[in-house]
């Protein structure tokens, strides 16, 4: 069974500041999903990753892939207000669903 | 373009009941997925589509959960005798490719199940 686990759960950081959120699956997969997720909103597509090593950045974000270490990593640089929301990571695959397993998610609090 | 729709957005129905939740797809995408989502928790893969058939089902909880997508593009998710416990909120997703793809979501419909 695929399991998909991030760290931390839950950030508070100050505005300005650099993090990273951290995205740990079980099993082989090459496709990996950043998504965010505002309070009482549905899922919005941040970023996909294809194979290993992509990099992707938009704007203050980006998002890595390490297939062998099975890990992604989404690194905040220079944290602004607007980016506070839950953040989830999720793998394609796993025994035999097409679907995507979700890990439990990042919720972050940026303060200014 | 439109996105992925979905209705009612908000469902409130009694123990036992029978409800059917909507998905429209974006235009033109041949696969869709439903997913259900706890309070504080990831969504949970449900049943995906590939056009009209249900291409994997392996995550609907029991038999009360059943789907459709007899046209190969709007889906209902049927669930018979509502428990407490299918409160959460059911998300649909659509991609223009095979498994794999980037997928899309629309708004979801909160079932709250008294």
């Known amino acids: 069974e695929l399991k998909v686990e991030q760290n931390p759960l839950f950030l508070s950081m100050q505005e300005g500041k650099n993090y990273t959120i951290y995205c740990n699956y079980s099993t082989t997969s090459d496709r990996l999903y950043w998504y965010r997720q505002d309070p009482g909103k549905s899922l919005e597509s941040l970023f996909v990753?294809?194979?290993?090593?992509a990099v992707k950045q938009e704007g203050r974000l980006m998002a890595s892939l390490d297939t062998k270490a099975r890990l992604s990593t989404l690194h905040i640089t220079a944290a602004v207000h607007d980016l506070s929301a839950t953040y989830f990571c999720?793998?394609?695959?796993?025994?035999?669903?097409?679907?995507?397993?979700f890990g439990k998610g990042t919720h972050l609090i940026i303060q200014p | 373009g439109a996105g992925v729709s979905q209705t009612p957005s908000n469902k409130v129905t009694e123990k036992g009941k029978y409800v059917e939740l909507r998905c429209d797809p974006i235009?033109?995408?041949?696969?869709l997925y439903w997913y259900r989502q706890s309070l504080g928790q990831g969504p949970e893969f449900l049943i995906y589509?590939?056009?009209?058939?249900?291409?994997?089902d392996s995550g609907l909880p029991n038999d009360r959960f059943f789907a459709v997508r007899p046209e190969g593009s709007v889906s209902t998710l049927k669930i018979q005798r509502t428990e407490r416990g299918d409160s959460a909120v059911y998300l649909c997703?659509?991609?223009?490719?095979?498994?794999?793809?980037?997928?899309?979501f629309g708004p979801g419909t909160r079932l709250t199940v008294l």
């Open positions: 589509f590939q056009g009209t058939g249900a291409a994997d």
């Open positions: 990753l294809l194979s290993n090593g």
């Open positions: 999720a793998v394609d695959g796993g025994g035999g669903a097409d679907g995507l397993t």
């Open positions: 235009s033109g995408h041949t696969a």
């Open positions: 997703a659509s991609s223009p490719w095979d498994a794999g793809g980037e997928q899309f």
